[in-house]
């Protein structure tokens, strides 16, 4: 069978972070929140800093309330979810995450702050 022309030779596959709040999300007083959202920025901004975070923030106007923000690693996904796991919003139980990979047509993004590759070159692989 030939090939679908509709399927790109190449994708370039990232690992993607999605936060989320959860049905159970522990609940904080305003002050404690304040601490909090500073520590996760924080964080967030040292993972950047040392390029295994390519690029995140905040979702704005969607669907589902729950959903928090979104970030691209430029690392493993196992990688991903430690350092997820150590986020101080999802150790206060504030957040939570999903993780993916997420296929798409090779060369269609571009990070330019990036200090390392991101993302691997893949083929789809055949049925």
Known sequence: MARDPNIPEAFDV????????????????DAELEVLQSEHLA???RLRRDG???VNGPFDAQSDGSYRGMSIFACSPAEAA????ADPSVVAGRLAYDLMEWWVAADSLAF?????????????PDE
């Open 82 to 85: 430690r350092l997820s796991d």
């Open 52 to 54: 295994l975070l390519v």
């Open 112 to 124: 330019p702050r990036a200090t390392a590759p991101v993302g691997d070159r893949r083929s789809m």
């Open 14 to 29: 990232y690992t993607v972070v999605v936060l989320r709040r959860p049905v159970d999300a522990v609940a904080f007083s």
């Open 43 to 45: 964080y967030r901004a």
